[in-house]
């Protein structure tokens, strides 16, 4: 209760820093807020607060009504607006937006048609009669984001809420020049305490404070008289000093907390909100008018008549810059917002937004456009003005030598840009323009760092799973090895030509395997796998027609020849020593090679095909190798298939993991072909062994 | 018709460091005018030699370095460098000693380091060591006060002497030197200095006419000047008074703390504040804000640091002339000092390194 109490006896606390510039706000703050008549094209960017644009609502050529919703609040972040006055959509197109880089965003075009006719509107006389969560669907839809510059949703800000201690109403408008604020609370005291009492009831603070600095006598006085009966409401007078209107400082200077780096005032129960926004949730909640305009401080000596303005949201400055007497020079400049924080404008079209409280057209002895940058002193004047306390001359060195790693430990982001450690700088130096290329450059560092680690997983599970599969391919690669081993010992005793033509054809099964196990093994990107891929298939596709037409020349033979294999065999043995015979021994051997092949590829077709069910299990292995080798009794031929099945397996395997599916449709396709050479095969194969005997025995002769 | 695009803030306080720099400069008149009430025309001669050069050096090495001469010229930085050294160096010194004492801080500790903002040492005080270290014999050639010279020490004579080692008259800077009792004389701190390894008390040495009724003839003036000058700026804001009220309350406390143990042996504190180059140091050299600390809390550290220093120097050191000293190692120190005085941001905890 302490900070109530020293509140409530007029003891402040003061934030670190702070400056003092010219107020200029003579300028404007003696005449009244005018009315100005329509201009002749509205421009509304359909984003003018932090956040999502809505969903659009209209097209061209449609008919709008004043205060109809033109877009939807389609996400949270998202705010509505609406037209500030009766017309025809006129285009709907990308123009320049109030953006310190002058970019381009959608607007609606509208043209007014001057006859100012309102939608229909239900006027709510006692808003107490309402749900809290009734009233914040009304603020969310009467488009209203907070208008102090920020322009953050204000019913995202309302709809949070444990426990407030203290709801803090922005007046201080610190900025030098602006008194739009200030004209507001003079003329609109009534509705905009209005706007506080709805919040009030929304969020159930302890406290209410009104901050406000002591350069509006007026101003305060009307606030007192409004809130004299309110004993919740307390009117907090404070110094003038620039940034005491930034919400963090205002925080501090009034209840003496320091919102800790990177949190909201929120955790600390405070709520923070522009008097501006509170007369618009009156408006809104209280008249049914959504936000469609705003008071906007026309000022600068380069004007005839400065002047406080209601301006529609969507007028074009220059529109607000010819009612105000301006007096175009050579060189416009031109700043949206205060000559602190304010922004130039790449043109004289930018419409007003929600978030815009000042046009400020100065001469050319007011703000001085040259650039007198010389060498950093150390001074240190910038440090004593700091209202985050930082070290604005080291943040400018790391700024200038892109040192990141400095200007995040000398805290860079809790700058709040307020620019007075430039404004006092004797150096002339434009530090906030370092801080924010600086800000800028890191935000993107950060988000492709973001990015990089993401991809740097992938890659780390990635390799990992290669290597696993790895271990598992040689594991099994092993095991048919000894296989092949322990078979070929055996087959050894009856070493023949027939033996050593098989094991070349082994071989050069192997050989293929390996060529392509290398390639795998070489490659380590995802996008060469496909076409490791094609390739294997391509291969085994080749590997098929090759065995087509071996079983189509051996049908042909078998045919011819019409005898049995055994027969046959003798026949060839016999005529074996003639050269003709011989060339036809050839032709048989060749043959052999070719049956061999296509035993190989069938086996080749037949892993694949299993392969395709994924669950490659030892004993449907043995099955299907039964079933292959049911119709002949060569073993060679058998236990070369098996070691070739046992091979392409492996291959099969790896092209399981990646492409599945083209596998096993193309191993479909072949099952029944599969099954007829199946039969040729087994008569070529005892062909050979018979051959191999043959040979046996003309070598024991 | 184009339109101006700069970044915010577009307002500026309107100050320059020129400005700045001139400002420091007029402040140093009280304590240069005393200089010359009581030792004659040679500062004066000396700060325009040093300030001619320091402005070819200035040219010549901006030129080379590509920079816009017209904006760094005349930046009041070299000009204050100059008048510093000139201040700093015997009246009755060759004409030689201050162009080389400028030459040297402007090339070497200031534009070797990248010039105006980077040089770790204050130009001045490092050319006058450097002055100090390789030209003893010039930069001891103290004069007595004028009233107690033998010889009249006219513009002219001082001149003459300047650029040619003897008078008009043809007398050396020796006899000149000579006071009028016929004793050759030192600054005020050098003949304490003397006295004490003599085994005089302090009160003795203090009998000698050169400290005249209070602190040293002329001295104290200058002090006082120089002080006046710092009180100026200090109302004026160009420089902090965290740092010449730091520096002044050091060596006040380390002296009255030396008073105290051994007051024989021991000046006052008035003396140590009034003598020498106290009060040009405290308000000229040590608030250069270059090469000194930059947060509050490394000011008043880095002044502390200073005060200890010139008392230790002048009651242990070789040399007399410990304010330069002092400033040096502050300097030096002063990056350190930065790095562990860093105040806490808005929003943070007090950090713990």
């Keep these: ?104 965003d959608l607007c609606l075009f509208i043209t007014p048609d001057n006859v100012d006719k309102w939608q229909e509107r239900q006027s709510c006389e006692d808003f107490y009669q309402k749900s809290p969560q009734e009233i914040i669907n009304k ?354 005793e009856g070493g023949s030509s027939a033996t050593s033509a098989v094991a070349a054809a082994l071989a050069r099964v192997k050989a293929k395997k390996a060529s392509a196990q290398a390639a795998k093994n070489n490659e380590n990107s995802i996008t060469e796998q496909p076409t490791q891929d094609i390739d294997t298939k391509s291969k085994v596709a080749g590997a098929i027609s090759r065995a087509k037409a071996k079983k189509m020349a051996l049908n042909k033979e078998a045919k011819e020849n019409n005898t049995v294999v055994e027969a046959k065999v003798v026949n060839t043995a016999k005529s074996n020593k003639t050269d003709k015979d011989k060339d036809k021994d050839n032709d048989n051997d060749n043959d052999k090679k070719a049956r061999i092949a296509a035993a190989v590829a069938k086996a080749k077709q037949k892993s694949a095909q299993r392969a395709s069910s994924i669950e490659q299990k030892p004993e449907i292995q043995s099955v299907v190798e039964e079933n292959t080798s049911s119709r002949d009794e060569n073993k060679k031929a058998k236990i070369s298939a098996a070691v070739a099945k046992a091979k392409e397996k492996a291959k099969a395997k790896k092209l399981a993991t990646a492409e599945i599916k083209d596998s096993q449709t193309s191993a479909d396709s072949e099952i029944n072909r599969q099954e007829k050479k199946k039969i040729a095969i087994a008569k070529a194969i005892a062909k050979a062994k018979a051959k191999a005997k043959k040979q046996q025995k003309e070598e024991t002769k | 018709m184009a339109f101006w695009i700069a970044s915010s803030p577009h307002n500026h306080i309107q100050s320059e460091t020129s400005a700045l720099m001139r400002l420091v400069i007029y402040a140093t008149l009280p304590g240069i005018f005393a200089q010359w009430y009581f030792f004659g025309w040679g500062n004066i001669i000396h700060i325009a030699l040093a300030s001619c050069t320091v402005l070819f050096a200035e040219f010549s090495v901006l ?19 100059a008048v510093l050294l000139g201040i700093s160096i015997p009246a009755l010194a060759p004409w030689w000693i201050s162009v080389f004492g400028a030459l040297f801080a402007i090339v070497i500790v200031k534009q070797l380091y990248g010039g105006l903002g980077h040089n770790p040492f204050n130009p001045a005080m490092a050319a006058y060591v450097m002055l100090l270290i390789s030209f003893p014999v010039q930069m001891t050639l103290w004069q007595p006060p004028l009233n107690l010279m033998s010889f009249d020490l006219n513009f002219q004579n001082t001149l003459s002497t300047i650029f040619t080692g003897y008078t008009i008259d043809g007398f050396s800077t020796e006899q000149l030197r000579v006071h009028v009792d016929g004793f050759t004389m030192a600054t005020p701190l050098d003949t304490l200095k003397t006295d004490l390894t003599l085994g005089l008390t302090t009160s003795e040495s203090f009998k000698s006419p050169i400290f005249g009724q209070h602190f040293g003839i002329g001295w104290e003036w200058v002090n006082i000047g120089f002080l006046l000058g710092g009180i100026f700026l200090i109302i004026k804001k160009a420089i902090d008074w965290v740092t010449p009220v730091s520096f002044l309350i ?104």
Aim: net charge positive; aromatic share 6%; proline share 6%.
């Design chain 1, 1 to 104: 209760m302490s900070i109530i109490e020293r509140i409530k006896k007029g003891h402040f606390w003061k934030f670190h820093g702070g400056i003092h510039p010219p107020e200029q706000k003579f300028l404007t703050n003696d005449k009244p807020i005018r009315t100005l008549d329509l201009p002749d094209e509205l421009i509304l960017p359909l984003q003018q607060h932090i956040g999502q644009r809505g969903e659009l609502l209209v097209k061209e050529g449609d008919k709008v009504l004043k205060g109809q919703q033109l877009t939807l609040l389609s996400s949270p972040m998202s705010v509505p607006i609406h037209a500030p006055t009766s017309g025809i959509i006129k285009a709907i197109k990308s123009s320049t937006i109030a953006h310190p880089s002058g970019l381009s």
């Design chain 1, 139 to 492: 603020i969310a839809n009467a488009g209203i984001a907070g208008m102090g510059g920020a322009g953050f949703p204000t019913h995202i800000k309302i709809s949070s809420k444990p426990s407030i201690n203290y709801l803090i109403i922005n007046a201080a408008e610190c900025e030098p020049y602006i008194t739009a604020d200030d004209l507001l609370i003079r003329e609109q005291s009534t509705t905009a305490i209005d706007g506080i009492k709805i919040l009030d009831y929304v969020l159930q603070p302890e406290h209410i404070l009104i901050g406000i600095e002591d350069n509006k006598p007026d101003a305060i006085k009307a606030l007192k008289k409004a809130t004299k009966d309110i004993k919740k409401i307390t009117v907090c007078v404070l110094p003038t000093k620039y940034p005491t209107g930034g919400e963090k400082q205002l925080i501090t200077a009034l209840t003496g907390l320091e919102v800790p780096s990177g949190q909201l005032p929120i955790n600390l129960g405070i709520i923070m909100q522009n008097i501006a926004t509170c007369f618009a949730i009156a408006d809104a909640v209280i008249n049914d008018t959504p936000l469609i305009r705003r008071v906007v401080t026309v000022t600068g000596q380069a004007l005839a008549k400065p002047q406080n303005v209601w301006a529609l949201l969507g007028t074009p400055v220059n529109y607000l810059l010819e009612q105000c007497g301006y007096q175009a020079t050579k060189d416009k400049n031109l700043i949206m917002g205060g000559p602190m924080m304010g922004f130039n404008l790449a043109n004289d079209q930018v419409p007003i937004i929600k978030t815009t409280n000042c046009i400020l057209a100065p001469s050319k002895q007011e703000v001085s456009s040259e650039n007198n940058e010389v060498d950093c002193i150390r001074c240190g004047q910038c440090a004593d003005v700091c209202p985050s306390q930082l070290l604005p001359q080291e943040l400018q060195w790391s700024a200038k030598a892109k040192d990141h790693v400095q200007l995040q430990k000398l805290n860079l982001f809790d700058c709040i840009d307020c620019g007075a450690c430039a404004y006092v700088c004797p150096s002339q130096i434009p530090l906030v323009q370092y801080y924010r290329i600086a800000k800028a450059e890191i935000r993107q560092q950060q988000m492709l760092d973001v990015q990089a680690e993401k991809a740097k997983i992938r890659f780390e599970a990635r390799k990992k799973r290669l290597e696993q599969e790895k271990i598992a391919r040689e594991a099994k690669h092993k095991k048919a090895a000894e296989a092949r081993k322990a078979s070929m010992n055996k087959k050894n």
């Design chain 2, 63 to 81: 030129s080379l370095r590509h920079k816009k001469i017209s904006s760094e010229l005349f930046d009041g930085s070299a000009i204050l460098t």
């Design chain 2, 250 to 353: 050091s060596l006040f406390f380390c002296s009255l703390l030396a008073f105290f143990i051994s007051p024989d042996s021991s000046a006052s504190t008035m003396f140590h504040w009034f003598s020498g180059a106290t009060m040009l140091g405290a308000f000229f050299i040590l608030t250069d804000p270059v090469s000194g600390a930059t947060s509050t809390k490394g000011r008043i550290i880095f002044a502390a640091l200073a005060g200890l220093l010139v008392y230790l120097i002048r009651k242990f050191g070789g040399y007399p002339d410990a304010i330069a000293f002092a400033v040096l190692l502050c300097n030096m120190s002063a990056p350190l000092i930065d790095q562990y005085t860093r105040p806490r941001a808005y929003g943070h905890q007090s950090e713990k390194k």
